[in-house]
């Protein structure tokens, strides 16, 4: 919430991937933000698979996955997130460090799919991972 605050335009248009109770979305209420979950807990949230978001491509400037890179298809998910995006858009990930195990093969495997890595910086328990979609991507599958 502090990042987009800070450093995202008023006007960006927010999807909040894995959004749980979709708090970007109750702290930051004036502002667009698209929160989808596989579980609708409340109103903000639209259910369904992070791999098929129901939004048109090209309709996000900035992506958040805030733990919720959990399972083995995560690449799906940020397939899709570069999807949503517009050129130049923002993907941010905070996750559990440990959740995987070499970082370096990770964002690799993002700037395979049309992302550029602009930020890693780690903490003691999570790390924040931030890349902007560069190109094209490819599908995972």
């Given at each position: 919430?502090?990042?987009?605050?800070?450093?995202?335009p008023r006007d960006?248009?927010?999807?909040?991937?894995?959004?749980?109770?979709?708090?970007?979305?109750?702290?930051?209420?004036?502002?667009?933000?698209?929160?989808?979950?596989?579980?609708?807990?409340?109103?903000?949230?639209?259910?369904?698979?992070?791999?098929?978001?129901?939004?048109?491509?090209?309709?996000?400037?900035?992506?958040?996955?805030?733990?919720?890179?959990?399972?083995?298809?995560?690449?799906?998910?940020?397939?899709?997130?570069?999807?949503?995006?517009?050129?130049?858009?923002?993907?941010?990930?905070?996750?559990?460090?440990?959740?995987?195990?070499?970082?370096?093969?990770?964002?690799?495997?993002?700037?395979?799919?049309?992302?550029?890595?602009?930020?890693?910086?780690?903490?003691?328990?999570?790390?924040e991972l931030r890349?902007?979609?560069?190109?094209?991507?490819?599908?995972?599958?």
């Open positions: 919430v502090a990042w987009l605050q800070r450093e995202v960006a248009v927010v999807g909040d991937f894995g959004c749980g109770e979709a708090r970007l979305a109750a702290q930051l209420p004036d502002r667009t933000v698209h929160s989808f979950d596989l579980v609708a807990i409340n109103e903000r949230v639209t259910p369904c698979n992070l791999a098929d978001v129901p939004l048109p491509d090209g309709s996000l400037d900035v992506v958040v996955f805030c733990l919720a890179l959990m399972g083995t298809d995560w690449p799906a998910f940020v397939a899709e997130a570069h999807r949503c995006l517009r050129p130049g858009g923002t993907c941010h990930i905070v996750e559990v460090e440990s959740r995987f195990e070499s970082l370096r093969a990770v964002a690799a495997q993002i700037e395979a799919m049309g992302f550029t890595k602009v930020l890693q910086r780690p903490g003691s328990f999570f790390v890349f902007r979609k560069a190109r094209a991507g490819r599908r995972t599958g």
